[in-house]
C-alpha cells in the first residue's frame, strides 16, 4: 500500500529530527507512524494549499508531545517544506517540541495531555449544528486515557450522538513512568468505551489494511462517536527501540541514527 511507505518515510524523518534537535519522544512517535500514514493517505479529505479549507477533514494530534511524526506527515504531503523540517527544536522556530497551531494544517496546539480530545468534541459538535460534512479525527495516547477530561469527553460525544467524531487511542502499554498496567490499568479498556456510548472498533495499529478497513467502518456509523483502539508497539520499526520505555526521554546518537535508518530501510 501506498501508506506503507509512507509510514517509512515518516519514520525515517522522524528519526533524524529528533537525532539532530537532541530532542525525546522518539518511541510514541514511530508507534503512531501507521496510523497518521493511513489517515493522510488513504482517509482524510485535505487540501493543502488551502489549509483552511471549510470542508477539510479536522485532524488533532491530542499526544502533542510525538510531534515529530505529524510533522513529517505535513512536509509529504505539502503543507510545509521539507527543510522547514530541519529547524525543529531550535530557538524561534515554529516547529516547537509539543504541536503548534502556527503550522499550517495544524487545527490545535497540544501536549497538555487530556485537551485534543476536548477540542476535537467541538469540532464535532460544530459541524453537527451547521450540517457540514467534514469528520473530526482525534489521535490520543493511552497514558493520556488517566485524564478524566476525555472520559467527560466521551460522554458528551456519546450524548450528542457526534458520529462525525473519531478518536485513535495509540494503545503501546507504555507511557511516561511505566507499563499503562502499572501506572494506572486501563483494561477492560474496550468494554469502559462500548459503556460510554462509543463505537468501538480493535486492531492491530501497524496493519494498514486493518486500520483502514476501521476507518471504513466509522464512515458507515450514523448515531455514535467512534473509537478504535489501536494496539500498537512503543518504537515501532527500530528494534533496540520497541517497547523500551528509555525512548520516551532520549534521543539516538549517530551510531544509533545509523543502525535505525538501515533497519527501516530494509
Known sequence: MESQIFAKQIRERSLQMVHQAHASHIGGA???ADIIAVLFTHVMRYDAS?????ERDRFILSKGHACVSYYAALAQVGFIADADLDTYSQNGSQLMCHVSHKIPGVEVSAGSLGHGLPYGIGMALAAQRKKR????????????MDEGSNWEG???AAHHRLHQLCAIID???IQSLGNTNEVMCLEPLKDKLVAF?????????HDHEALLSAFRQFEQEQQRPTVIVAHTVKGK?????ENNLAWHYKSPDDQQLEAAIEEIEQ
Open 197 to 205: 456510548g462509543c463505537n468501538v472498533l480493535e486492531v492491530n495499529g
Open 154 to 156: 466521551l460522554m458528551f
Open 50 to 54: 488551502r489549509p483552511d479549507w471549510e
Open 30 to 32: 514511530l508507534s503512531m
Open 237 to 241: 520499526g527500530v528494534s533496540y527501540m
Open 133 to 144: 460534512h467534514y469528520r473530526t479525527f482525534v489521535l490520543l495516547g493511552d497514558g493520556e
Open 171 to 173: 494503545y503501546n502499554k
